[in-house]
């Protein structure tokens, strides 16, 4: 079956930046995504990016997507301590609605 | 827009007993849910997809007889924990999305802990 993967732990010095990395299998893919899990809290979704861009820029964000090499990044500009917290990759195929799910990087803020 | 929740936010329940779990999208109408099951520091592992008004799709392994999903109208669907065990404590967290965009949008999930 399809699969996404992402390295588990990030550890970054406040104020640099973050790159998350997400790499995936399905060729079909039509969207891809990132999302935020704070400790105990659901999903919010930071930003997300169609399979025909190459990059999307939302403020301190930045998403890379290289579609030949089936990866995306998530970059985080001037990380901050409110960005501690697990960063999903999924991505969303053309056949129905369901998303494939990396395991999520947790992302840890060095002083 | 597009704010999703979910009630109760924790519970805990003597093994045996049933337990219910609503999400509801407050200002969209949601055509799709989807319940998924989230064990710690473990990715998401989706339970069902659940279409207003139809019956819910069940992904392979989840027993449909012990999750039941009822997604009656287009701002509710219920997920009752039948007969909970103690290995059914985990954190069950619902998204939605409407007709037409492929945005899912989370509820904060709720915390289920059986004694």
């Known amino acids: 079956g399809e699969d996404v993967e992402q390295s588990l ?3 970054v010095r406040e104020g640099d930046s973050s790159v998350i990395n997400c790499t995936y299998t399905d060729s079909s893919s039509t969207y891809l995504y990132w999302y935020k899990q704070e400790p105990g809290a659901g ?5 997300y990016i169609f399979s025909n861009m190459d990059m999307k820029q939302d403020q301190r964000l930045t998403v890379l997507l290289n579609k030949k090499d089936k990866h995306l990044s998530l970059r985080i500009a001037d990380t901050q301590t409110g960005d501690s917290a697990i960063y ?3 991505e969303k195929g053309d056949s129905n609605y ?3 799910w990396g395991a999520g990087t947790k ?3 060095k002083p | 827009g597009a704010v999703v ?3 109760p936010s924790w519970v805990i329940c003597k093994s045996g007993t049933s337990v219910k779990i609503e999400c509801r999208s407050l200002d969209f109408q949601a055509t799709t849910m989807f319940w998924y099951r989230q064990f710690p520091k473990q990715s998401l592992m989706l339970m069902a997809t659940s279409n207003e008004g139809s019956k819910a799709t069940y992904e392979q392994g989840v027993e449909k007889d012990k999750f039941l999903i009822n997604h009656a109208s287009l701002t509710l669907s219920t997920l009752t924990v039948t007969s909970a065990h103690p290995e059914d404590s985990s954190f069950y967290i619902c998204s939605a999305r409407s007709s037409g965009s492929h945005e899912q949008y989370f509820g904060p999930g709720t915390r289920l802990t059986v004694t």
């Open chain 1, 9 to 11: 732990f990030l550890s």
């Open chain 1, 43 to 47: 999903l919010q979704l930071l930003t």
């Open chain 1, 88 to 90: 999903f990759c999924a």
């Open chain 1, 98 to 100: 369901q998303l494939i």
């Open chain 1, 107 to 109: 992302l840890i803020i």
């Open chain 2, 5 to 7: 929740s979910q009630h």
